[in-house]
């Protein structure tokens, strides 16, 4: 099972090979305009590069149609946005509960355990009555990330989720992050430009010009 | 997906306030035409049958729905008529039309002959008496009810007071009625008629006294009570056409009020449009989230409308002499269009929305 895209020949994007192990947390940096963001809409099915192949657990991204890609998404890819994206007339729970409905197909899957083994490392369990916009950034971002993570994705693509949050809410969220992918085994690609938050990741990749130009292991890790 | 949409409804109560008045006049403007058609034709056909004639003779120029207020017919032709065979009674009749007393639609007054027109329809004084000068009048209860008019108080007619001289009962023809030959001097249409009852000995050969009057007065109009359904349909100008354009004015305010509304829902929320989408909602999704938006104004406007037109109709009952009938085919028909409108109206809005490029609705500001 791997993540890959080989050979993306796009503006945006020239020759990024990039390999993923299931459980890995890596962390992609790189200067605005580097291709970090198309990187991570091609990975989510949301772009189509085009030349070249994005393989999620398996399933190969674009060489299928629209709906395909849409399938895929829906069953696969869970994404977490910097400016939070929750749907702001529902509560969390009915973020969530959208988000689980998508997934199930029109069906409402029951998650109770999952759900509450979320909630609670996120330490949301208080606050699903709460519309977003009565919810601090910090707990908005951490409702997004449960959103992503309750319909068990085989990735979570986390767009500069710190991007719109101070110090401490980053930090806070960041850990978060980390312990999803240390406890769930949760397979985590992030785009940061924050070299601190990057930090938190197993594996960093530095990208320029749509290209990846370094990647190391993070000493700390 | 549901609590999606009734928050998403909530959380713009103008904007749905608007869509559901708009809706909403779609189906009280069918509702309360078509009562109003109805109700007008049937209580003029109502009228027209309780007369008790079967046959009505007039000119060609002049219809009984559309009279001129010259009268045109000589009514020595009731001499005529009472010889030929198997007519029992004939009784000529003076139409005059006059705007409505409340400042709506037009009024009848029938002057007639008060033995003959009795004799066929049975009509009877119930309160009073029966006009004996020029300036009175007998009305019947309805009439009286609508226009709050006792015996001896005085109501306009021809321009003029007239005086009540009398209430009669049952309803037939036009609700106030003059001497004939009073009519004829308001008119200064001395002997002038606008149409003759013809009453049958026997009923059952109500077609062949039709045919030998045709034969025996070739070139007038004999028409028959008992076709004046049809007849009137037709006599009414355009009552057709008019019909038709309500209901089209009806479907295309209704969907055009919902296309606006869900045109600018997709626009206000393009980006949670992209969120949908990054979650792995189908084309089919989305339109279903839309299209059940729409279906849900669309549905609450409806109620509100027919609510709405039975409210106005009442309201407009009491406080007009304008008669409603309402059909529960029409009310289905205006609750159709309301919901067809917003099936429609939606689906290009939802069709858009459901191909909006992700990366691009997610950048939406």
């Known amino acids: 099972m791997t993540y890959h895209v080989g050979k993306v020949d796009v503006h945006a994007l020239r020759g990024v090979d990039l390999k993923v192990a299931p459980g890995e947390f890596i962390a992609i940096m790189g200067p605005s305009g580097c291709g970090k963001s198309t990187l991570l809409h091609i990975l989510g099915g949301l772009l189509k590069p085009t030349s070249g192949r994005a393989i999620v657990d398996g399933e190969d991204l674009v060489a299928v149609s629209d709906a395909a890609r849409t399938d895929i998404r829906r069953r696969k890819i869970g994404f977490v946005f910097q400016r939070f994206n929750l749907f702001p007339t529902l509560t969390a729970e009915g973020n969530l509960r959208l988000a689980e409905h998508i997934h199930g197909n029109g069906a409402q899957p029951e998650n109770a355990k999952f759900r509450k083994e979320i909630l609670q490392l996120l330490r949301l369990e208080n606050k699903m009555r709460h519309k977003p916009l009565e919810l601090s950034g910090g707990e908005q971002q951490r409702v997004a990330i449960a959103r992503a993570i309750i319909t068990r994705p085989a990735i979570i693509l986390a767009d500069e989720p710190t991007g719109n949050l101070d110090s401490e809410n980053s930090a806070a969220v960041l850990q978060m992050l980390q312990q999803l992918n240390r406890e769930l085994g949760q397979t985590i690609v992030m785009i940061t430009h924050n070299p601190e938050a990057a930090a938190v990741a197993a594996r960093t990749i530095e990208m320029r010009d749509g290209m990846i130009v370094k990647g190391h292991e993070t000493a700390t890790a | ?365």
Request: net charge positive.
């Open chain 2, 1 to 365: 997906m549901d609590s999606l949409i009734i928050s998403n409804i909530r959380q713009r109560p103008t904007r749905t306030l608007v869509s559901v008045t708009g809706v909403a006049l779609g189906v009280v403007l069918v509702i309360l035409n078509m009562a109003l058609v109805r109700g007008m034709l049937n209580d003029r056909l109502r009228r027209e049958r309780g007369i008790g004639a079967e046959i009505q003779f007039a000119r060609f120029s002049s219809t009984i729905w559309s009279p001129s207020s010259v009268l045109p017919l000589d009514a020595r032709y009731a001499d005529r008529l009472a010889t030929i065979p198997g007519v029992q009674i004939v009784s000529p009749v003076a139409r005059f039309v006059q705007s409505g007393n409340s400042g709506i639609g037009l009024e009848q007054v029938d002057g007639i002959d008060f033995q003959g027109y009795a004799a066929i329809s049975g009509l009877r004084v119930v309160q009073g008496r029966v006009f004996q000068a020029d300036d009175e009048v007998i009305i019947d209860e309805k009439k009286a009810h609508d226009s709050k008019a006792k015996v001896g108080d005085e109501i306009q007619v021809f321009g003029r007071k007239m005086k009540v001289a009398g209430i009669y009962a049952p309803e037939s023809g036009a609700r106030i009625k003059v001497s004939l030959e009073a009519m004829q001097r308001a008119q200064s249409a001395p002997n002038k008629c606008t149409f003759i009852l013809v009453k049958c000995v026997n009923p059952d050969q109500q077609a062949e006294v039709q045919q030998r009057i045709n034969t025996t007065l070739p070139g007038n109009q004999v028409v028959l009570t008992r076709d004046l359904v049809t007849g009137f349909n037709r006599a009414v100008p355009g009552l057709d056409g008019f019909v038709k354009a309500i209901l089209a004015l009806s479907t295309i305010v209704s969907t055009l009020v919902i296309l606006l509304a869900m045109y600018t829902t997709i626009t206000e929320r393009t980006r949670e449009i992209g969120v949908l989408k990054s979650l792995g909602a189908s084309k089919r999704y989305i339109v279903i989230v839309i299209e059940k938006e729409a279906m849900a104004i669309s549905l609450i406007g409806v109620v509100a409308g027919v609510i709405a037109a039975f409210t106005a109709g009442w309201g407009i009952e009491r406080a007009t002499s304008l008669q409603l009938e309402y059909r529960w085919t029409w009310v289905l028909v205006a609750v159709l269009i309301g919901l067809v409108a917003g099936v429609v109206g939606s689906l290009y809005p939802a069709v858009r929305a459901a191909n909006l490029d992700p990366v691009k609705a997610l950048a939406y500001e």
